[in-house]
């Protein structure tokens, strides 16, 4: 049996968390060649590099993140059971990694994860934003505990997750008051010729609001495409362009961006799914997402 042992791991996990080996040997009293040689029998016993140098500074490679990810939990444990026997409650919030794609709206993430950290259990969230394949790979490692995306993993992924569905909205299309009335009467006719702005060709978003101009017989004047959702609203804001938008997110958005609704249509419908490398869902701030996003977010905003 393999057996990990702890201070080499203690020096690896004071390396990082004081940021450098010169800190982690004050920190710890020990030699700057003594930390560096620990860390190394570290990496040789673990079979990977842990931290590698660019220009003057140390960083994490992946599978360095994970095992510092595990490091800390180890030991934040060990301070918090000595602290259990001593009778002073830890006041540790449980942590939460979440992953969000970056064409998920500002607005939906905040909706999804608020819930997380009101619960009844104290949770401290991480969030981070990237493209959903590089997120899917995160979660591959333990570097997140979920991912929320506009897609599901691909079936081809190389790592086994599983998609969990939060629900579906339908499509709003808001613009500024002055412009939202002249186009409410006949919408969606009224997008003809209209300058709109739209999400980028690469989003699940965009191909459905092709598929329905298509159908539809509509040819907007495309003044703009955005990856990032808020950017795209904040433009819409201005007053001289149209702007789709979930409908789940209705009120938000007007509110928000102080625009008003043009019209909606159910056809262009978003789905929002929670990605976790576990069948079974367990954290109880993952819960708190999709239990709130079933029952309030997108119950019945789909047909809205």
């Not at 660019?54 to 595990?70: A, F, K, P």
């Not at 990237?130 to 079936?155: M, W």
Request: hydrophobic share 40%; glycine share 8%.
């Amino acid at each position: 049996m393999d057996w990990l042992n702890y201070h080499h791991l203690l020096y690896f996990w004071t390396v990082v968390r004081e940021g450098g080996v010169s800190k982690a040997a004050e920190k710890l009293r020990l030699s700057q060649p003594t930390i560096s040689a620990q860390v190394k029998t570290l990496e040789g016993a673990l079979g990977d590099r842990l931290l590698e140098r660019r220009g003057r500074t140390l960083v994490l490679t992946d599978v360095g993140r994970v095992v510092y990810r595990y490091a800390d939990e180890i030991f934040t444990a060990g301070r918090e059971l000595q602290e259990t026997l001593k009778g002073r409650p830890s006041g540790r919030a449980l942590q939460l990694s979440v992953g969000v794609a970056n064409a998920v709206p500002k607005l939906i993430a905040y909706r999804l994860l608020r819930p997380a950290i009101e619960g009844p259990e104290a949770v401290q969230i991480t969030c981070r934003e990237d493209h959903p394949d590089q997120l899917v790979a995160q979660l591959a490692v333990h570097a997140l505990d979920v991912v929320i995306s506009d897609t599901p993993a691909p079936p081809h992924a190389r790592v086994k997750v599983f998609n969990h569905l939060l629900g579906e909205s339908g499509t709003t299309f808001f613009a500024a008051g002055p412009l939202a009335r002249r186009l409410r009467r006949r919408f969606p006719g009224s997008l003809n010729g209209t300058p709109t702005l739209l999400p980028t060709i690469n989003t699940a978003l965009r191909r459905a609001l092709e598929r329905w101009f298509e159908a539809e017989d509509l040819h907007p004047l495309v003044a703009g495409e955005f990856e990032d959702s808020a950017l795209l609203k904040a433009f819409g804001e201005s007053g001289h362009a149209v702007f789709p938008a979930p409908t789940a997110i209705e009120r938000e958005v007007c509110r928000h961006y102080r625009v008003a609704v043009v019209g909606r249509t159910p056809s262009v419908l978003e789905r929002y799914y929670a990605i976790s490398a576990e069948r079974r869902l367990k954290h109880p701030g993952v819960l708190a997402i999709t239990a709130t996003a079933r029952t309030e977010l997108f119950s019945g905003s789909a047909n809205s």
